[in-house]
């Protein structure tokens, strides 16, 4: 017998004729499935992690649009501009127990021409009109003029004029113009423009303002009068004669303020009464925000005014000057009116016939349906146009007397 060739054929058994040789690859080490396979405690776990994926994914669709629409920001913690030159009404109205009247646009107007720190930018001054006239005069010096022709700017309203007041007829030039605006108070023309510093070199301006307001009733309230006492912030009564007002107004209870809307005025004005809680006679922060009632229903008032109808010359220079807004050598009036008229009785009977009774009620027949409201101490009243954020009057009235 002979020895195969080689160890492989010499130790292997020939094949068989139904057994064919595996090829090469064929023998590798096999592995079974079931170790490929994913373990089956592990199973319902990456079930449930995958069902959480979906869940949060689809969680993020609904909420993201939802929570986009939503605003955080609550009405009173916005950032809200206070009123124009609320800072100097403060002043005014701690420094001088009086009644305060400001046209405040008016003054912004005026500081903006001189190049105050305050106000860079004019006023939005109301066109005069039949209820409100507003005018300004800037008297300066002839140097002074022409240093601050490039600071300056021309506002509307507001005017300038060259004057020496040096002179007689400069000094007193300040109270003619006050005269020919209608300013009849002899006080308050005597002497504003004369400015005696003593150095013929000190440059002086002088800024005069007259702002009148006059508030015309469109519908007829059945104005009367009725006998009360007015509060002032010591506790003493004082007698005084309400006018008395009826209709359909808005009214809002505020934290710090009874806030009353009447807007039923001519050359399109509105009216604000701020009506404090309290009757200290101090004034609380104001600020735009308290002027939108637009989300009150309106309510059957009767309100009981004191007599509205005042005149105040207010020298402003002192409390410019300790605020930082006006140069030393500058001195500020205005003169303000203010006249709530309410229709006369035939008008009444007039507009009554056209409206209808629905429009009118006496106080006595409507106390059992209207709720009053009386302004019988201190309070906040201001005059603007309707749908327009400027104040044309800013007033605090302290005493009817």
Known sequence: MSVPPTPQTRYSLPPTPHQTR????????????????????????????????????????????????????????????????????????????????????????????????????????TRNSSSVRLAGRIFMERKRKARQSRLSRNCPGVEEEQVDFRTKQGSARVGDWLQESGVTDTLANTDIGHTDTGDSDTDNTVIATVATIKLHLTVPSAPQTTPGHWVSPTGSLLPVKFTVLTGQYKVASLPTYTTVLLDTFRDNLELYLLLPHTKSGQIGHITWDDFNLASFGTTHLEILLPPISLVSHVTLSPSLHSLGHLSPDTTFTQHTSLHLTPMTSSHTNTSQAAAGESHHQSPGSSSSSSTRLVFDHSFVLVVKEVDQDSVILMMRYSSPS
Do not use: Q
């Open 22 to 125: 595996k090829p090469g690859y064929r023998c590798l080490p096999e592995i079974h499935a079931s170790r490929l396979a994913v373990s089956g405690s592990l199973r319902p776990k990456l079930g449930l992690l995958l069902l959480l994926v979906v869940v949060l994914v689809s969680l993020c669709f609904i909420l993201v649009p939802l929570l986009s629409k939503i605003s955080f920001s609550s009405p009173k913690t916005r950032n809200i501009p206070p009123l124009p030159l609320f800072s100097l009404f403060e002043h005014l109205s701690v420094s001088s127990p009086s009644t305060i009247l400001l046209s405040p646009d008016l003054i912004l107007s005026s500081l903006a021409m001189v190049g105050s720190s305050l106000s860079s930018n004019c006023g939005e001054l």
